[in-house]
């Protein structure tokens, strides 16, 4: 590390430990945090307001256990110090019973509002306007990605994709139903993309977005041709070598050679946006993410102890921690694996590449091994 | 070390994505694949009538000739296999080290593939009953007594998404090239040996690459991309996976053959003449085959009957996959023979249900690296109880004791029905049986097949339509 980033690393450093106790003093005060965490220092065996003094000190407390996030009431979620705002309530899952819940009050703004920082307005011009082509619904990306969108002076379009009803046609084995339900959303995607809206960017699932390309060229169009500059995505189906399939065969080159821009993100409802360093083929496409310290922190630690950082280049559960006012979650294990990296110029604190389903003890299901073809 | 590509219409693809293949019980890596997403094929398939078209330029008795080259190259040849030289026995290493099949079943499994290869123009001509090739490259000509026929292509490539389990399954597609359908295959994850090497072996006996693909990746992403992007596509999967595609003329589905061997009244009482072909039903292969019978069938002696099959099998022990005698394979999956062996515990505890391989030790055996159940009999009193229509990976087989009038509306779907009786009129309802795919009538093991007879359903009929065709009489 060059001295300038090792300096860079530390004020990161600071400027976390600072905001932590900023956040907790919040969370914990009688006059601003809310009843679910004030409930909840009653059962600590420490006093968050005098014993957490950094992010360090957040290891005092037990995992966050999600199953807190189902069901209600959900104001109980609501700082004192926010009582009386605009709230939202996004929920993740859901597909059969009760959904978990999170409320925001701006929290989805801010996060989008850094995220649109990062964004080059060669690909992602100012004043654009955007298609949304992800899950509509209770969902936090579906208000963020519009937000992200006006923000940045455009329009956002959006179509109906209800993933609860994706997930149980998977289940059910209608794979058919299943491609009939995505040419649906690509139907309404280019329905709006052919409309002369002048959309430039947009959002998609991977899995949307090689769709689209498809159905575009089934059209006798592609995306550069279509006016698409700029596209962000995400998850853990945004690999590498989806990446270079993408830029190679879906776009028609780099960036400079096709006009077309991809970024990767990695998040959830709990965390907001980790953003990417530049993803190129000179480094084989490699995605590293760096959360949006100090609001939101991830640490690649042991699968034995969630307390331990694995070693630089290691493999390990993906840790989050989200520090903002409205939502503090000290250590929340994500159901992914991935390697801990370096910290970058552009994000001087720990990133993680490589990020996957948690490929924990295989759940054995006998009736999946009874087939013997011969 | 084997670095296995995606193969693209021949061309090598090197996938930044890559998974090992590891050593069953070793844990040894042994080679890499690239792993192919799901929209590489979406974009190939685009392109799947230029296989056909290739393959069309060579007619079928050329191709059927090809065939038998590659056979003789696929058991002897040394051959280029994902950069570096395949020797025929490094194909059984690498094989029987991913896949826990002992050496001498692999050895044996690639003679059957090969066979199949050098018999192909006899096995054609047993599937289409002795049409003339012409009309299936040309899609119409004249029958000998004058009549105009057509079968007409319903695909230009085969797709097939193959297990790990049981490399016997390759002989299903290898039809398709003489029959000119180009191929696309999704390998097993830890079977990509006999495809890959099927590959080279056609390539070097002159069938050109172009008309290959070979998509190693994830079973959920890859296999429903084939599957929804090709015309005619074969799957090897559970019950479960079959039962989704049921109907569905695009996929031929194959899973579990629940292949049982029926004892009639009249035949019964001399069940002693009949143990050793049960027990090679069982037991052949390592018993991992749909055609390895799962349940025995009859109205009494079914307890002695049980007994003998335990005396034979119950002592065959696990032995390593280099020994000559090994007679199991290996479950490579960690914890997967213990939760086999879990349900099959939760079953022994039904009324009616005995466990008569008990006496000869436990039956699951656990390695560090992986684990093996051997062989399990059981006896039920009932077709009710529901270990009678299990079927597992191994050799395991109820015996189930059930009046004879009651046999054939209790057995359910089986793939195999080996019928031993002389009562005509049980032989007639055998022959009726709409349950039944196979049928032997006789004292013939499950596991015999003759490769001149369909098996689950004919490829033919898959690949091909049977349709009206007319034309003046002058072009006829």
């Known amino acids: 590390m060059s001295d300038n980033l090792d300096q860079s690393v530390s004020d990161a450093k600071s400027k976390l430990d600072a905001h932590t106790y900023e956040i907790v003093q919040w969370h914990f005060h009688e006059s601003t945090g809310s009843p679910f965490w004030l409930g909840k220092k009653a059962e600590l065996n420490f006093d968050p307001l005098t014993e957490v003094k950094g992010f360090d000190d957040l290891k005092k407390f037990p995992l966050f256990e999600d199953e807190w996030l189902r069901g209600g009431p959900v104001n109980r979620w609501i700082p004192k110090g926010l009582e009386g705002q605009p709230t939202f309530v996004f929920e993740t899952g859901g597909t059969t019973g009760i959904p978990k819940s999170r409320v925001v009050i701006e929290d989805h703004r801010l996060d989008y509002e850094m995220f649109s920082e990062t964004l080059p307005d060669q690909y992602f011009p100012k004043g654009a306007n955007w298609l949304m082509l992800g899950p509509s619904g209770p969902r936090r990306l579906r208000l963020a990605v519009e937000h992200l969108c006006q923000h940045r002076g455009g329009i956002c379009f959006c179509i109906d994709l209800d993933p609860r009803w994706v997930v149980k046609v998977i289940k059910k084995g209608w794979m058919d139903h299943l491609e009939e339900y995505k040419k649906h959303c690509i139907d309404q995607a280019i329905t709006v993309l052919t409309a002369g809206h002048d959309i430039k960017c947009m959002f998609a699932t991977p899995k949307l977005l090689d769709q689209l390309a498809t159905g575009l060229e089934e059209r006798g169009t592609s995306l550069p041709e279509i006016g698409i500059t700029g596209i962000f995505s995400g998850g853990t189906e945004f690999t590498p070598q989806w990446t270079r399939y993408c830029v190679e065969e879906l776009f028609g080159g780099p960036p400079e050679e096709s006009g077309v821009y991809m970024t990767p993100t990695y998040g959830n409802t709990l965390m907001g946006l980790a953003c990417s360093e530049p993803v190129t083929k000179e480094n084989k496409y490699k995605i590293t993410y760096h959360a949006p310290q100090p609001r939101a922190a991830t640490e690649v630690v042991s699968f034995d102890d969630p307390n331990e950082l694995v070693g630089y280049g290691e493999t390990g559960r993906v840790k989050l921690t989200t520090l903002t006012r409205e939502l503090f979650i000290p250590g929340f294990l994500e159901r992914d694996e991935a390697e801990r990296e370096k910290p970058h110029e552009m994000y001087p604190w720990d990133g993680v590449s490589g990020v996957r389903p948690y490929t924990c003890s295989p759940r054995v299901q006998p009736s999946a091994f009874t087939n013997r073809p011969e | ?476």
């Open chain 2, 1 to 476: 070390m084997v670095n296995i590509p995606v193969i693209r219409w021949g061309e090598e693809y090197e996938s930044l994505e890559t998974q090992e293949l590891v050593h069953h019980s070793t844990g040894d890596v042994i080679g890499t694949q690239s792993m192919a997403n799901g929209g590489l094929i979406t974009r190939d398939m685009r392109k799947a009538q230029t296989a056909r078209d290739i393959l069309k330029q060579f007619s079928i008795e050329e191709l059927v000739e090809k065939m038998g080259k590659a056979g003789d190259l696929f058991v002897n040849g040394n051959l280029s296999i994902g950069g570096s030289e395949q020797t025929p026995q490094d194909f059984i290493l690498q094989q029987s080290a991913t896949t826990g099949l002992p050496e001498h079943m692999v050895e044996l499994g690639m003679s059957k593939n090969a066979f199949v290869m050098n018999n192909m123009g006899r096995i054609i001509d047993a599937l289409t009953r002795g049409l003339p090739l012409d009309i299936l490259s040309n899609g119409w000509g004249k029958e000998a007594r004058g009549i105009p026929v057509s079968y007409q292509c319903q695909t230009p490539i085969l797709a097939a998404v193959l297990p790990s389990n049981s490399p016997g399954v390759h002989t299903l597609w290898l039809p398709a090239v003489p029959l000119q359908i180009g191929l696309v295959l999704k390998p097993g994850q830890k079977e990509p040996w006999t495809p890959y090497r099927m590959f080279a072996a056609m390539v070097a006996a002159g069938i050109p690459k172009e008309i290959w693909c070979l998509y190693p990746g994830s079973g959920a992403e890859i296999g429903s991309a084939v599957l929804s992007k090709c015309k005619r596509s074969m799957i090897f999967g559970s019950k479960q996976t079959v039962d989704n595609y049921k109907g569905n003329p695009r996929v031929q589905a194959h899973g579990p053959g629940f292949s049982k061997i029926l004892i009639g009244d009249d035949c019964v009482d001399n069940w002693e003449e009949y143990i050793d072909i049960i027990v090679e039903s069982i037991y052949v292969n390592g018993g991992r085959g749909c055609i390895n019978t799962s349940s025995i069938w009859a109205s009494r002696h079914t307890e002695e009957i049980a007994q003998a099959l335990a005396e034979k099998l119950g002592p065959i022990e696990a032995l390593p996959p280099t020994d000559p005698n090994a007679g199991l394979a290996a479950f490579t999956i960690d914890g997967m023979a213990t939760a086999i062996w879990d349900s099959i515990k939760d079953d022994l505890d039904e009324d009616g249900v005995t466990h008569v391989t008990g006496q000869y030790g436990d039956r699951l055996v656990e390695k560090e690296l992986c684990g093996y159940i051997r062989p399990t009999i059981v006896h039920c009193k009932s077709p009710e109880n529901a270990i009678a229509q299990k079927e597992y990976m191994f050799p395991f087989a109820s015996v189930v004791e059930c009046p004879e009038d009651k046999m054939l509306t209790s057995i359910g779907e089986t793939l195999v029905c080996t019928g031993i009786t002389n009562n005509e009129s049980l032989r007639n309802q055998l022959i009726d049986c709409t349950e039944i795919d196979r049928l032997n009538l006789g004292p013939v093991p499950t596991t015999k097949l003759n490769w001149l007879q369909p098996h689950e359903g004919n490829i033919i009929d898959f690949l091909f339509r049977n349709r009206a065709f007319q034309v003046p009489e002058e072009l006829l």
